[in-house]
């Protein structure tokens, strides 16, 4: 502390904390941005979207937080939009994130939605999950919200089946 005033202490404090407030709003991601009428509007670089468990609490229902925050699973034929036929976009329920057209959707008889590809790669992540046996986790890219798994006894084109907690997603008709 030799030659330091508390001033200039406090002075050096507080630009650490905004050198680390800087370093988390560099923490960013590029996702392809879907506009309102759910057309494509390309790649885009945005902040990731993160929010303290607090935070995210007052935002979502407990069912949302512990299926997103929590990598739960609702129970089948529970959940919203497992049987929705209408036309459109889901998006993530934390971060509005664009995920998957209903031109995707298919009968799985699971009675979680299912689809066999995301609106676009670069908007979701996938990540080994072990939890029970071998699964490969879906989450959104922009919050990491636990969103479900993909598994490879979909249909074609991809042969993919990406099973997801309607929970995880909020569905815009278009
Ligand atoms: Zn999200």
Not at 26 to 38: H, W
Not at 103 to 120: C, H, I, L, Q, Y
Request: proline letters at 5%; aromatic letters at 12%.
């Amino acid at each position: 502390m030799a030659g330091l005033t508390r001033r200039q202490l406090f002075a050096a404090l507080g630009a650490g904390r905004l050198l680390f407030a800087n370093s988390l709003r560099q923490s960013q991601v590029s996702v392809v941005r879907f506009d309102k009428a759910g057309v494509r509007q390309g790649l885009v670089t945005v902040d990731k979207y993160v929010l303290s468990d607090e935070e995210w609490k007052q935002r979502l229902s407990p069912r949302q937080f512990d299926v997103t925050r929590r990598a739960g699973t609702e129970s089948p034929f529970t959940g919203p939009y497992w049987n929705n036929h209408q036309h459109g976009l889901y998006r993530c329920v934390c971060c509005s994130n664009a995920l998957f057209s209903s031109d995707t959707k298919f009968e799985s008889f699971t009675g979680w939605p299912s689809f066999w590809e995301p609106v676009a790669p670069e908007n979701i992540e996938t990540a080994d999950d072990n939890s029970y046996g071998v699964r490969i986790e879906v989450k959104c890219r922009r919050c990491d919200a636990h969103l479900g798994h993909v598994f490879d006894d979909g249909p074609k084109p991809t042969g993919l089946r990406y099973c997801m907690n309607g929970t995880a997603l909020n569905f815009e008709r278009l």
